[in-house]
């Protein structure tokens, strides 16, 4: 009987103010209500202009994400190799994800979204430099090397006064 109300009297004491423990807050990692927004838009955007026309190639007319993606044109094939092909087909797929994640108040959202962001970034840029290097011959970096000289030479004597 003893140990019963012991036990009920130490559930019912509160330690002192002074005494408690103080949980970090968690606000600025909550997911607000205009990031919330922005983030399934761009999300719903990006998963959106994956089927819309990206490129615009002479013979082929213009192109898809989809249609980069499922081309059997030769040509096309050879220009885009398959690790591309993976790479275009995760675009719609993070976009999804970012939106889900938004639409559900998830904090992880906010991962997400940079993660998402920084991938096309970064597989936009590397597709663009493969493509602009594979398209490329001897003449035409004869010439950005001459004009980087023409630039470049200038610029340090006259920096130098």
Known sequence: MFGFMAESAVQ????????QV????????????LPRALYVLAGALIAVAFFMPWLRVGDI?????F???????I???????????????AVPLLGVLMALFAFKGWRVA???????GLYIFVFGISIFAALFFSAT?????????????????PALLLSRR
Request: proline share 4%.
């Open 75 to 89: 040509v096309l094939r050879q220009a885009v190799n398959r690790t591309h092909r993976m790479f275009v087909g």
């Open 12 to 19: 019912t004491t509160k330690a002192p103010p002074d005494l």
């Open 67 to 73: 249609e980069i993606m499922t081309a059997d044109n």
């Open 22 to 33: 103080k949980r970090p807050s968690r606000r600025g990692m909550t997911l607000g209500a």
């Open 110 to 116: 906010h991962f997400t979204a940079l993660a998402t």
């Open 137 to 153: 011959s001897l003449g035409l970096w004869l010439i950005i090397g001459a004009a980087l000289c023409s630039t470049a030479v």
């Open 61 to 65: 007319g213009r192109l898809s994400g």
